[in-house]
């Protein structure tokens, strides 16, 4: 069993950067890819980025690239969201989720048995 907890989550002006946690429970976290999704009112749960184990192989959907970074430390069981640039459109429920299916491969939301309550991020314009 996984428990995740997002944070850092708030509202800031467009242009601006959050960074997101996601802590871990549970030792099975370093054996696991990781992922960010999004979900904006009245629209579909969106992929965002996805970690391997090790951090050694990131993917990203193609509107966040190059303003986002996902990372992650094994140590604290913890993997972050980097956002930079922020845009109103990045406007979301941002939550973590993990599973033993999902991969950098394969970062479908399907794929994830584990999933954070999520943490409200709101850019202004």
């Known amino acids: 069993q996984v428990q995740l907890v997002e944070s850092g989550g708030r509202l800031v002006q467009a242009g601006g950067s959050l960074r997101l946690s996601c802590v871990a429970s549970?030792?099975?976290?370093?054996?696991?890819?990781m992922g960010w999704f999004r979900q904006a009112p009245g629209k579909a749960r969106e992929f965002v980025a996805a970690?391997?184990?090790?951090?050694?192989?990131?993917v990203y959907t193609d509107s966040v690239k190059g303003r986002f970074t996902i990372s992650r430390d094994n140590t604290k069981n913890t993997v972050y969201l980097q956002m930079n640039s922020l845009k109103p459109e990045d406007t979301a429920v941002y939550s973590c989720?993990?599973?033993?299916?999902?991969?950098?491969?394969?970062?479908?939301?399907?794929?994830?048995?584990?999933w954070g309550q999520g943490t409200q991020v709101t850019v202004s314009s």
């Open positions: 989720a993990t599973g033993v299916r999902f991969t950098t491969y394969s970062p479908s939301p399907g794929q994830c048995d584990y």
């Open positions: 970690i391997n184990w090790s951090g050694g192989n990131t």
């Open positions: 549970g030792r099975t976290f370093r054996t696991y890819a």
